[in-house]
């Protein structure tokens, strides 16, 4: 499911997170990280060409990119060219490394 996923979760065992992206933006961007900390530049970028997106040799939603460009997690080339690239900024690390806890930078600075 594609969007904005804010809800509470909770148990008995500690406090409710806040989890803002979906499921499978935290997979993709949690790969991603994995491929950077590998030093495989290639498989830690998302293009879209063509209507289609993938992340390395993995086919993923056009949704879930689109998700993490509102989430403003991506370093982006090429928008709106034939060939977009996507890459993790330090939000979207930020989201890989912590989905639970991870607050979007407008939030942030929303703050007084």
Excluded at 50 to 73: F, N, V, Y
């Amino acid at each position: 499911m594609g969007g904005f996923q804010n809800y509470r979760q909770g148990s008995n065992a500690g406090p409710a997170k806040t989890v803002i992206a979906s499921a499978a933006l935290v997979r993709a961007v949690r790969e991603m990280r994995e491929a950077e900390a590998r030093e495989d530049f290639e498989d830690a970028e998302i293009v879209r060409s063509g209507g289609e997106c993938w992340l390395g040799l993995r086919r993923i939603a056009p949704a879930t990119l689109d998700e993490g460009l509102r989430l403003c997690i991506f370093r982006s080339d090429g928008i709106g060219t034939r060939c977009e690239r996507h890459v993790l900024n330090e939000d979207g690390r930020a989201l890989a490394d912590d989905p639970g806890h991870y607050i979007p930078r407008i939030l942030r600075l929303a703050k007084p």
